[in-house]
């Protein structure tokens, strides 16, 4: 009764993470490779020009659309954080 009285803590827990802390969820729940693939998408865009952003937006649809390199570069680093 305990086992899961403490589970369903749990993914009340880990549920709440995905919406309020995405990159931690993603941290805690994806393998390394996806964690990987994520961190070298958020590299690779951070370091395009303006130009090279408008030529590859269909490549990084996710983050063309937030507009917004600062988030961006926040959810990286909170994706690094997370994996420390």
């Given at each position: 009764m305990?086992?899961?009285?403490?589970e369903a803590i749990m993914e009340k827990?880990?549920?709440?993470?995905?919406?309020?802390?995405?990159?931690?969820w993603q941290?805690?729940?994806?393998?390394m490779d996806i964690n990987y693939e994520s961190l070298k998408a958020f590299r690779t865009w951070l370091t395009f020009t303006p130009i090279e952003k408008e030529i590859f937006a269909e490549d990084y649809p996710e983050f063309e659309w937030l507009h917004d390199?600062?988030?961006?570069?926040?959810?990286?680093?909170?994706l690094l954080s997370a994996l420390n």
């Open positions: 305990e086992n899961l009285k403490i827990v880990i549920d709440r993470m995905m919406w309020d802390e995405p990159m931690k941290a805690l729940t994806c393998d390199d600062m988030l961006v570069m926040e959810m990286q680093h909170e």
